[in-house]
C-alpha cells in the first residue's frame, strides 16, 4: 500500500539540493582522479555509473531522510499492487504503441546544422563512447535506469503531488515533463515524455510501481539491442516500412490498448 507522503516546497528543495551535493561530489571525484591520480575517468563507464547512481539514488535517499519518515515515520515503502498478466500486457501494449508514435515525431527533429546539430554530435560522442562497454552500457540502462527513475519520477515526484492534492492527470503530466526535461536534449525529451505519461497512467491505475518498472526495463532492453545490434534508434528503419505507417500501426495499438485498460472494472486490490 502507497504512503501518503507529499511532495510539497520543502520535498522540492531537498530532491534539487541533494541533486546539486551529488553533482559536487561528482566533480570533487573526477577532478581527483585526472589532476591527482591521474586518471582519465571523463569518459569511463566507471564514471558514468557512479554518476547515474548518485544524482538520482542521492535525492531518493535524502527524500526518505528529510521527508517521508518524519511524515509518516516509516521508511519509504512504494506500492505493490496488482500485478497481474492482464494488467502488463495492456500496459505493454500501450508503451509498445506511443514507443512507435514517438520515435515518427522524434524523427522531425532536426540533427544537422545550428545549435541541434551541434547538441546532436556532442550527445552521439557521448552515447557512442559508452558503447565501448557494452556491458557496463546494459546495466545502467537496462537495470540502474528503470528502477531508479521509476521510484524518483512515478514514485516520489508523480505520488507525492497526488498525495499533495494535485489531480492525477496534472501529477502525471507534470511527472513525465520533468522526466523528459532531465534527459537533456530534445530526441530524448519527447520519447521520455510520452513514454512518462504512459507510465504515469499506469502507476496510477494499478498502484503498482513493479509495472512501470518492468515496462521501462523492457523499453530501454529493446532500444540497446537496436542501437548496439541494429545500429538504429527507429523500428520502422528496422522494419523496413514507412515512418507514417508506422506512427497509424502506434496510435491503433495505443488505442486499443487504451480503451481496454481504461474500461476494466478493477485495476488494483483494495
Known sequence: MNQKFKLGLDGIAVLIGSYIVASLILAVYTIANIFILKEEVATSMELNLISFVLSLGLPIAAFDIFIVRPQTKKPLRLGVGNVTASNVLLSLMMMVGMVLMAEVLTSFIPTEGGILGELYDTFMGVFKG????????????????????????????????????????????????????????????????????????????????????????????????????????????????????????????????????????THFTK
Open 130 to 265: 559508452m558503447l565501448n562497454d557494452k556491458v557496463g552500457l546494459a546495466i545502467m540502462v537496462v537495470c540502474l535506469a528503470p528502477l531508479l527513475e521509476e521510484v524518483l519520477f512515478r514514485g516520489i515526484i508523480q505520488g507525492g503531488l497526488t498525495n499533495k492534492g494535485v489531480t492525477p492527470k496534472k501529477a502525471i503530466v507534470i511527472s513525465a515533463l520533468v522526466f523528459g526535461i532531465v534527459h537533456a536534449n530534445p530526441w530524448q525529451f519527447v520519447g521520455a515524455f510520452l513514454l512518462g505519461l504512459v507510465l504515469g497512467l499506469v502507476y496510477f491505475k494499478t498502484k503498482s510501481i513493479v509495472i512501470p518498472i518492468l515496462l521501462h526495463a523492457f523499453n530501454n532492453f529493446i532500444s540497446y539491442l537496436m542501437l548496439v545490434y541494429a545500429d538504429t534508434e527507429h523500428s520502422y528503419e528496422l522494419l523496413g516500412i514507412n515512418k507514417i505507417v508506422s506512427f497509424i500501426i502506434g496510435m491503433v495499438i495505443f488505442g486499443v490498448a487504451y480503451y481496454l485498460f481504461m474500461h476494466r472494472k
